[in-house]
């Protein structure tokens, strides 16, 4: 095997070397800590903007909010920062644990099984880090 590395890998060793030269303490930065940065919506805020606001007869937010962990995990769960933030914010309008890994398992029959495995690690992950809160 060679060592020698394809272009993408350069550039991505060069902007890390110069994300050093910045700022060195970025060289351990993580995106997932923005996620703390953007607040959790009070449910009645969500219910106000994605909920019975809209349509009075309609979904309320909790259901909306399972429905988008289902199409988030049709998608094959790859955008981990809107997944767990719909995790949270879908705890936060009432929806139980049980109630989300329902609805993540429900779509391996359509997403396939990596698809809800993906999903179901960024759901507990986000659990996890609300047991912690809640105790």
């Known amino acids: 095997m060679s060592d020698t590395k394809t272009p993408f890998e350069l550039m991505m060793a060069q902007a890390q070397e110069m994300a050093r030269a910045f700022n060195p303490a970025l060289e351990s930065f993580s995106p997932k800590g923005f996620e703390k940065l953007w607040p959790t919506m009070p449910k009645e805020a969500m219910e106000m903007w994605f909920g019975k606001g809209i349509s009075k007869e309609g979904l309320d937010a909790k259901t909306r909010l399972l429905l988008t962990l289902a199409g988030l ?54 659990m996890e880090d609300k047991k912690d809160i809640e105790t």
């Open 73 to 126: 995990t049709m998608q094959g769960a790859q955008a981990d920062t809107p997944f767990r933030m719909t995790v949270r914010h879908a705890l936060e309008a009432g929806a139980t644990r049980d109630e989300i890994a329902e609805t993540i398992a429900q779509m391996s029959m359509f997403a396939g099984i990596p698809a809800m495995t993906r999903a179901m690690e960024l759901a507990r992950e986000v």
